[in-house]
């Protein structure tokens, strides 16, 4: 097993437009998470998922952004009309104990 | 999830132990203490975690005092590999809010020749 893969690791948009990223999180996991990390601050919580259920949303998850995760596999994290205030390391993780993280996903709204 | 507290930054020479405090005063019977590090440019990385009984793996020790109000967490032998932002969280191991981590700021160690 290679861990939790994030795709793509760097994305550079103009403000208004849509990103969508990917995390495949270790297989055998039923638990993944997204959160996101600014510059010099700790990761935030954003969502997570209990096979393909979205059991918890944060208030940081505005109704421009959407996570699936069908199947219970792997789960996509799309942002519609980005903003610049939306830049920031998504990260996503996964576990049914501790937390294994991805490489995270850097993404840069011009 | 309690709050907790931990220096902004420490210094540790390679080879010589690092001791990281946390202090969590507000933390609850059920909540359990969490290490993870975040090396530049990388995901977060588990390190270790406990109840109330003092824990050890292959990375580290933790040591959390009997009124459960503050840790610390122990890097036997720190290498330059060590340096990173080392993150104390305090949250509960089950439920339907395990995996909701609340990060905090985090200790910068720094790991010198």
């Known amino acids: 097993d290679t861990g939790v893969s994030q795709n793509p690791r760097h994305k550079i948009t103009k403000r208004g437009q849509n990103v969508t990223f990917r995390c495949d999180p270790i297989?055998?996991?039923?638990?993944l998470y997204w959160y996101r990390q600014t510059l010099g601050q700790g990761p935030e919580f954003l969502t997570y998922?209990?096979?393909?259920?979205?059991?918890?949303k944060s208030r940081l998850l505005s109704d421009r952004f959407s996570a699936e995760r069908p199947k219970g596999s792997f789960s996509t994290l799309e942002i519609q009309r980005t903003e610049q205030g939306d830049s920031a390391m998504y990260l996503c993780?996964?576990?049914?104990?501790?937390?294994?993280f991805g490489e995270g996903s850097r993404l840069t709204v011009l | 999830d309690a709050k907790t507290t931990q220096p902004t930054s420490m210094d540790c020479a390679e080879g010589r132990a690092a001791n990281l405090p946390c202090n969590h005063s507000?933390?609850?019977?059920?909540?359990?203490v969490y290490w993870y590090r975040q090396i530049h440019s990388q995901g977060p990385q588990y390190i270790i975690h406990?109840?109330?009984n003092n824990e050890t793996n292959e990375m580290a020790s933790l040591i959390i005092t009997e009124d459960r109000k503050s840790s610390t967490l122990i890097l036997p032998h720190a290498t330059l590999r060590d340096t990173a932002v080392y993150y104390c969280?305090?949250?509960?191991?089950?439920?339907?809010?395990?995996?909701?981590?609340?990060f905090g700021q985090g200790t910068i160690l720094t790991v010198h020749p």
């Open positions: 993780a996964s576990g049914d104990g501790e937390l294994f």
């Open positions: 297989s055998e996991h039923n638990r």
């Open positions: 998922f209990q096979n393909e259920a979205q059991l918890e």
């Open positions: 507000t933390i609850s019977g059920n909540e359990y």
């Open positions: 406990g109840l109330k």
């Open positions: 969280i305090v949250a509960n191991a089950g439920g339907t809010s395990y995996g909701k981590l609340t």
